[in-house]
Structure formats: C-alpha cells, structure tokens
C-alpha cells in the first residue's frame, strides 16, 4: 500500500465567508456518506475533517469555523490544491439571495436553520463512485460497499489524517484493477461495478463535467452506460454546487417534497417537477431545505430489506 504522500507539516488558509449566517455542517455535510466514511469525519471540537483524490494526488483537509471566519489546514501532495479550492468547496459562489421563499415552509427552515450554503468540490469522480454505489439498494448496502472499498483499495490519508482513520479514494487505476470477487465481497452487483469500472476508464473526460453548465454537464456523465439523470443530479449537487440539479428518479423525495408542499405523500416525479417549478434554478436548495425541515410523511411499508449478495 502506498505510503501518504506531501510533507508531514500542514499548510494553513484562513477565510471568510460572505456575509450571513453560515454552518459549516450544513455545507460540507452531503460529502459524508454515512458514519463510517473513511473519507469523511466531523471532530467533537466542530471540525470537519475530509480527505481527496486532487488532480495534484492525495490530501487531506481539516476545517473549523472560528470568531466568523474558517481555520483550514491541508497535508500531502494536494495540500496546495485544496486549499486554493477552499472557498469554492465552502460556497463561496453559491447565491443563497437567489432563492425567494413563496411556501411557508421553507421560511420556517430559514429561521431555524440558516447558514446553508451549497458546496462545490471542482471532483467528479469522489461524488460519482458512491452515488453508483447507491443505486437501487439502501443507504446502508451503499455506505458499507463504500466504506470497505475505500479501505481496502485506497490509501491512508496524508498528514494527521491518518491517525483519525482516514483514507484517500483510489485512483482510477486502481478502481479498475479491483477483481471480480472484491465487488461482490463487498456487496456491489455487476451492474454497479460495471458502471463504474466503464467511468474510470474515461476518468478524465467526466472530471471536465465539473467546469461545465448543469446541462453539458449531466449531458457528459449520462454518456455513460448505467449513468442516468438520479445519478447525475446527485453528483453534479457535489461536483458544481448546482443549485438547480433537482434528483428524479428517486423513491423517496417526491413523496417527501409532494407532503411538505402540498400535502400529497403520493406524489410522483410529474408532481415533484410541477410543485417545485416556481423554484427554476435553485430546485435543488429547495430539496435540501425541505430535508432539512425533517419533513418527510410517516411511512406506511417496512423499509426495503437489506441483501447481502455476497452470500447469494
């Protein structure tokens, strides 16, 4: 396994966000997928620990908000990258002003939850990997194929990272190079590992989607086979910071954002799109304050069972 790369001593930014509340929790939370992402931590002391796969090689980043500004400090060959990605990561370019609430609703949120703004990692790959891996199973299935993966096949991060149990993603050789039996240890059908193993193969060609408009963008990643609109709205969420990349195609949220806009818990795509169309251009914020909120109707079925197709 490759030892972390960069110098052992960090190197330090300091920032400060634009005027207005602002929860770091809240921006960098949807790059945590599930507690045990070992590329992903949040410190008792309020830190947020993250680790990346840079186009300058492995890093690892530590943030804390302090007295209205952010304390960064980032170790290994991506150090310099990340930082000076930082206050694109932290939302910097995000327009908050933009959304104009018209529910009741989503002025409540505002009040008791303000500081969010949308992140945009500048990485395709980091974001597409797990949300393939949460294709048509449970969060769960997805967060423990990711968890063991990353494990198994990435490296430890650079830096203190390490000792927190943090690692760095693979490359996308070494995605490719992970045998059969790896992905089905670890849960992943073929058609998952498939579509992935077709993505790293032309790697480079899906990271250029992070510098595109939301349209060429999902345009870019749905040319791949397996890769459809869900997919890429809940990368290119990540990636861009797309304030418009609306997820269709799930089971849940149309169900979630009919109940809390027009109390229809049976609503489908057609009524999700139509309830939200006075929000052109920042669907996608309206989603995640309707998350927020807590707002999703009582269920009515058991959950959808968890597999295990390593004993299949």
């Known amino acids: 396994m490759p030892r972390p790369s960069g110098p052992v001593d960090g190197i330090r930014r300091r920032w400060t966000p634009p005027a207005g ?11 945590r997928r599930g507690p045990g992402d070992p590329t992903f931590r949040a410190g008792s002391d309020g830190s947020v620990w993250r ?15 302090r007295g209205g500004a952010v304390e960064a400090e980032a170790w290994g060959a991506g150090a310099e990258w990340m930082l000076e990605q930082l206050p694109e990561l932290l939302g910097e370019s995000d327009e908050p002003e933009a959304f104009t609430p018209r529910h009741r ?26 949300s393939v891996l949460e294709q048509k199973v449970t969060t769960v299935e997805a967060y423990r194929a990711w968890r063991l993966l990353v494990r198994k096949h990435g490296e430890p991060a650079p830096g203190p990272g390490a000792a927190e149990g943090l690692h760095v993603m693979p490359d996308a050789r070494t995605w490719a190079l992970i045998p059969s ?53 809940e990368v290119l969420q990540r990636s ?7 997820t269709v195609g799930d089971l849940h949220l149309p169900g979630i954002v009919g109940h809390a806009l027009a109390g229809d818990r049976d609503a489908d795509d057609a ?32 959950r959808m069972p968890v597999r295990n197709i390593a004993r299949l």
Request: glycine share 10%; charged share 20%.
């Open 21 to 31: 509340p602002y929860d770091l929790g809240l921006v960098l939370g949807p790059l």
């Open 51 to 65: 680790t990346a796969r840079t186009p300058a090689g492995p890093g690892t980043l530590r943030v804390v908000a």
């Open 105 to 130: 609703l989503f002025v409540t949120v505002l009040r008791h939850r303000p500081g969010l703004r949308l992140c945009r990692t500048g990485l395709v790959l980091e974001s597409l990997i797990p």
């Open 181 to 233: 039996w790896e992905w089905h240890k670890a849960g992943v059908d073929a058609k998952r590992s498939s579509t992935i193993l077709r993505a790293v193969r032309v790697a480079r060609r899906l990271e250029e989607a992070a510098a595109m408009d939301l349209e060429r963008a999902a345009a870019r990643l749905e040319l791949i086979p397996g890769i459809g609109p869900w997919t890429a709205a």
């Open 240 to 246: 861009n910071g797309a304030p418009d990349a609306v």
């Open 271 to 302: 009524a999700m799109l139509e309830l939200l169309a006075p929000y052109a251009g920042q669907r996608h914020r309206a989603t995640r304050l309707i998350l927020l909120g807590g707002h999703a109707p009582p269920r009515r079925a058991p």
